[in-house]
């Protein structure tokens, strides 16, 4: 754990920013990085720990499945099964999974699916602003982990780096944590772009 | 008082958080935790105290029916009757009383209780995400404090630690202080996300 | 100025924590405070000074109709009559003057007065949460300090201590600056909730 | 460098702030200042950091045309161009670049321009609160910096300091960069204020 302490730190220092944004109320939402040791293993949040006051020892090791490694103080969070499928199935380096409002919305808005398109804010998820613009998965929520993680697996889309889970939230990633937490203030732009975007324009 | 300093310390900085989070506007709102000498008694929010500004000292000492301990500099909030009266029905350990916005417009929208049901924040409460949900009771505002206390202590959904007081605010309960807070956080997102939801819906 | 100096930081510090609340955008807004020499003289906040950064420096003397006492390095706010009158009609010890968007809102949807009545935050105003409630008045906005000070004090109503101006912003006092500062988080709260409820109950 | 340390550590300040006011979410916007050696020439955002954790070290010194000098770590943002070209057309000596929603969203509103009229809150940006008003122009986005410079060069209002680009953000201008920073934080004010101003009266 030592050799990792830097990153449980930066961990620790990206879920308190992502809480003061207003989107892990409560103990609500996860975070992951890869380990320097092998990067399909996993630091990822606690389970049950005060989002507003995490630190770096609220930071859990767990394999390439997501389960924890023995002997550990505490529990990763549930979703860590996600996090884990997601680092295997696009190569991330960095997962957040958060309760942002806006994805919430979005999903049962658009539950085919929602459509970002001909935004400059896209370029914050690595997407082009210009074009016929993409389309956020969005999959149906589950308690089963292999459930969910199986649905977002198949859903996914690779040209864009979020999916959305139905009346639960939102997975975002990158290629290091700064990354996949400045994807994830670009995508809740997004999201509550469309949103406002579609009130605003009412008749 | 010396013993129960650290409760009382505690107390203060959950009460600076949750007016940084706008639900404790001006000196509105308290918040409750049983002392460690006897689980019946309250360390509570002092009355007219500038919330963003508390301090440990802001702390008054009740008995079991929320009644200051004599001694004290500070007048304990009119409410602290209502805390005790929670402690005392379900055997929770610490009370949060907000003006969150969204618990005064949902219990006006919905004065026969709301429904939270099928979203996965129901978690941070203590409730399951699935079936058929829960029904968040509504009770009449009072000035009186023995029959708002009365009202909430009928009203009680054993299930679902929130009651929302019409015109007025809502009390969320838990195990410790960080707990309430925690849930007063999950409480107000599904508020805010029921709400949201209809005015997103609407043709 | 050195027998005021605690007036000063406490006129920064609630300048800096009703910016925080979004309410003093840019240099917008003025906060005063009565000057422990002579109750009718005002401690004011300086013209042009961006709000965010304001320190106890920023405070300038006036006399008991809002001008600058001679020989300060900063000038007044022009506002500063207008502080001069709401002191000098109701007697208070603290005015708040912010462009919260709600008091700016409100003011065009009632223009003949927005009604308060029956919420329990109307107790931080100093006001009953029961019975018929209150009428805050509204004044057009002027460019002329005599105008619009003559105007303020020819709407008041004594039994609520808030003014709005029409396209411009409100006045709130108090009999101190901690009570200002607290009755304007009052005074937003319950102005948002009037405009909220017609939002939310629209069929 | 050195010499423009002072500025440098300003230009970081001012972009942690419009940070903190969520306009410049993940990486997205960018600010520039005059340097003191040349008034033609800009210290302006470095591309690709994130804006939450901006430091000195991420200004980059930039030719009259926005073009980087040589030998510097960091590249500027591709919007330097926009920002020359502004402080070329209009003398201004610092500009702010933001993804504020409410300039997005007024811009899709209103294609033609958005009007701003008799509102106080108008005298932030060194414009008149009485009178006829003022049209806020909208230009379309492009990728081609040139193109975009062009277009902003053309459409700019002498009397109003700010641009709208739809579907992307905004540009504000001043004297300084505290008073960029102030027109801008008056700028969103008022964008949605006409926002909100139309959703209220709906009938």
Known sequence: MSLEHGRAARLAATTRQLYD???????SGNVSVVTQEDPRHLLVS?????????????AVTTDAQGFAVEGQKHKPSAEAQVH??????????????VHAMSSVLAATRWPEGVVL??????????CSAEGEGYIVPVVANSQD???LSDRIRRAL????????VADHGMYV?????????????SADWLLQHVLLQELVSRP
Not at 85 to 93: L, M
Request: proline residues 4%; hydrophobic residues 40%.
């Open 157 to 164: 889309n690779p040209d864009i780096p979020i999916v959305l």
């Open 117 to 126: 398109a001909g935004v400059e804010q896209l370029k914050g998820l690595g």
């Open 21 to 27: 944004l207003g989107w892990m109320r409560g103990t």
């Open 84 to 97: 884990a499928a997601i680092v295997d199935e696009v190569g991330a380096h960095a997962v957040v999974h």
């Open 145 to 147: 982990m292999d459930d």
């Open 173 to 185: 990633w990158g290629s290091s944590l700064e990354d996949a937490a400045n994807r994830t203030e």
């Open 46 to 58: 606690a389970s049950g720990i005060a989002k507003h006051s995490t630190q770096p020892e609220h």
